[in-house]
């Protein structure tokens, strides 16, 4: 008998994608893991727009007049400062997590245009600090790796508390990443899961933080600024907290934010959106009178140059890209479906970096694939992919008459929804209306 | 011999001229007073006697240094060690040892919570107790204990190997008894000599480590 798919009704709280859950877990008994950051709908910076200048603003000349886009990181306590040519960095990821190739490409890609990138769980490799001009050194819970010779080598230092794809949790980097050079520089046997705790294990609060931090400033001779990056959540207190800690940069991870291997669970269901956080954190600096005296990096979600732009218009001083990076080196790739239908899956749909199969030698530490990954010509693409968002962020800025990146404000913009308006504390389009705020 | 007294140099002046010192240099630091991060970052082949308490993270991550403290020690001693000597005469507070990855650290009391914790390749021996989740995830080193141990010792160990003489209040997660080999004994006995420690035997000890069930996630050891 034939079925008359237009009669059939789909349940909205046992839909098929909660059907096949249930069925997926029970066969397999366990959480699903998998990487990247959140997939569902969450307001998010696409939801607001610029209001470009007209007959009460005065617009920039588009192609010709100056527009700065240069940030300067950590003016509070150190000595060096980082100086970044442009306000888009490369976010903290493991080697262990992606090849060394990629890690080298994003060196490439990065110094290239003038800006940093940043290790991970696991230590500096070569590949990363040889091709690094700007390196930053994430100080993590499980301390894989970490030594003073590499402190003292970075240009900065980015104390871990948390990330927006899992604010709380720990990570796994599962046993089949696990080479040799993983292990080794982990001191950990080669193919076991390696956890990485959710604190950090010597210290507990914001009061030793702030002795923590004095003593990796007493190591390194005070010269490095010392970033404190937190995953969205309680972001106001967060924020607040980080600056007591002395934090010369605060960084905040909204949950859009990538994760190598993490429970679906986790990404999907903890922390929140980018959008509401960038207000949260702007808002805890000045009302701490810090804001632009401590500097604000935003996280989670940038893909492009309005992303960039808005997060700027916000109140953030520069922002990291992690997913898209990756994505710009070749993740992802339509080239490469071929491949990923092996592996059971398709470009635009790849997840699964935990798994270390990824074709195009990111997210794997198997040496036949990541050498497919050409270094030199990631890092261009990465280059090139970052002068895109560069030069988006400079047209958006010009259009709203502002001469430096940084001269965005929210004033300059609209929101689209309720939700964003609440948020992220604009008002609603064609309206004086912010939820909360004006009657 | 030189001295270095904290009521008249700030912290950054004892550190800059502990950090610049040469090979084979001597100091005593006085008037420690409990402050914290006192003799962090040395990298050299020196000897520090600190003459009184310390605070947090004192001998935090150093290198080749041979560090004393005449008293007891504040969270975080020796954290992240990568070699060299560090010993202490009283007690300790938390995390004594936290991801520390070479060297040797001697203390005679007792340790607090979480000695060892995530220990890298350092190697600790305690004259006295330790507090709960001592080894928690400790993935190398030596970790001998002459009393004994609170709840959850050795809790998600690895590859590091515990020398317990007193009881375990409990064992944490994949922590298990193992048989004292000879290798065990010898190296166990080079633990305790390098303590300085003659009056007790290698024989009054047990073994443990890693039952290696965590090591691949498998759904029926999930909780």
């Known amino acids: 008998m034939s079925v008359n798919e237009s009669w059939l009704l789909e349940s909205k709280t046992f839909s098929k994608d909660a059907i096949r859950e249930i069925q997926r877990a029970a066969k397999e008994g366990i959480y699903s893991i998998r990487g990247g950051g959140a997939k569902r709908f969450v307001p998010s910076f696409d939801d607001l727009v610029f209001l470009g200048a007209s007959m009460s603003r005065y617009p920039l000349e588009g192609y010709r007049e100056a527009c700065n886009t240069a940030v300067t990181l950590g003016t509070r306590f150190a000595k060096k400062p980082i100086e970044l040519k442009i306000p888009i960095t490369v976010a903290g990821m493991s080697f ?55 402190l003292r080598k970075a240009d900065a230092i980015e104390v871990v508390v948390g990330q927006g794809a899992k604010p709380g949790g720990g990570g796994m980097l599962l046993g089949q990443k696990i080479n040799e050079r993983v292990a080794r520089m982990r001191d950990l046997p080669q193919n076991i899961d390696q956890r990485s705790a959710c604190r950090h294990p010597d210290w507990t609060g914001p ?27 309680r972001t106001y207190f967060d924020t607040s907290l980080a600056v007591k800690a002395g934090a010369d940069v605060v960084v905040v991870d ?70 898209a990076a990756l994505i710009a080196l070749g993740d992802n790739s339509p080239e490469l479906d071929s491949e990923y239908e092996k592996i059971g899956s398709k ?30 010509l990631g890092g261009r ?23 430096d990146v940084h001269n965005l404000e929210p004033e300059d913009m609209a929101a689209l929804t309720v939700e964003a308006a609440a948020m992220a504390q604009i008002p609603l389009a064609g309206t004086t209306w912010i939820p909360g705020k004006t009657t | 011999m030189k001295n270095l007294d904290l009521n008249n140099v700030s912290l950054r002046e004892l550190n800059q ?16 007073n409990g402050k914290h991060n006192i003799a962090v970052g040395l990298n050299k082949e020196q000897s520090v006697t600190i003459n009184g308490h310390v605070g947090y993270y004192c001998a935090g991550m150093n290198q080749k240094a041979d560090i ?40 005679d009391g007792d340790a607090s919570a979480r000695c060892g914790i995530s220990m890298k390749g350092v190697d600790i021996v305690v004259r006295g107790s330790v507090g709960h989740m001592s080894a928690f995830m400790a993935q190398k080193g030596r ?33 298990i008894e193992k048989e004292m080999q000879d290798e065990h004994r010898k190296e166990l006995a080079e633990l305790l000599k390098k303590a300085d420690i003659t009056d007790i035997s290698v024989d009054e000890f047990k073994r443990y480590g890693s039952a290696r069930k965590l090591y691949n996630f498998s759904v029926d050891n999930a909780y």
């Open chain 2, 17 to 32: 001229e502990l950090q610049n010192a040469q090979n084979g240099a001597q100091y005593v630091v006085e008037n420690s």
């Open chain 1, 207 to 233: 009061d030793d933080l702030e002795i923590k931090i004095t003593e990796l400033r007493e190591i390194t001779n005070w010269e490095k600024p010392i970033y404190i990056k937190v995953g969205a959540a």
């Open chain 2, 68 to 107: 004393t403290v005449e008293g007891n020690a504040g969270s975080g001693l020796a954290e992240n060690m990568m070699s060299g000597k560090v010993h202490v005469k009283g007690g300790v507070s938390q995390y004594c040892g936290a991801t520390a990855h070479g060297g040797t650290i001697i203390i």
């Open chain 2, 143 to 175: 970790f001998v204990i002459c009393g004994d141990a609170g709840n959850a010792l050795g809790d998600s160990i690895y590859e590091a190997r515990i020398y317990l003489r007193g009881k375990a209040q409990s064992l944490g997660a994949d922590c």
């Open chain 1, 347 to 376: 470009s635009g749909y790849y997840f699964e970096y935990q798994a270390g199969n990824c074709p195009a030698g990111i997210s794997t530490q198997n040496p036949d694939l990541a050498k497919r990954l050409d270094p030199v």
């Open chain 1, 96 to 150: 262990g997590s992606l090849s060394a190739q990629a890690k080298e490409s994003l060196g490439r890609g990065a110094s290239e245009v003038g800006t940093s990138t940043t290790t991970g769980d696991g230590g500096m490799t070569q590949e990363e600090r040889g091709h690094s001009n700007l390196l930053v050194y994430q100080y993590l819970p499980s301390r894989y790796g970490m030594n003073p010779d590499d």
């Open chain 1, 254 to 323: 909204g949950m859009q934010g990538g994760t190598a291997a993490t429970q679906d669970v986790f990404i999907e269901h903890v922390g929140i959106p980018t959008l509401p956080a960038v207000r949260q954190a702007v808002q805890a600096l000045k009302d701490m009178d810090m804001h632009r005296k401590v500097q604000l990096i935003v996280s989670g979600g940038i893909r492009n140059g309005a992303d960039v732009a808005k997060a700027l218009a916000m109140g953030a001083d520069a922002v990291s890209v992690g997913t």
């Open chain 1, 381 to 403: 693409r990465v280059a090139n992919y970052l002068r895109c968002l560069t030069l988006e962020v400079q047209t958006l800025a010009r259009a709203c008459g502002k001469s």
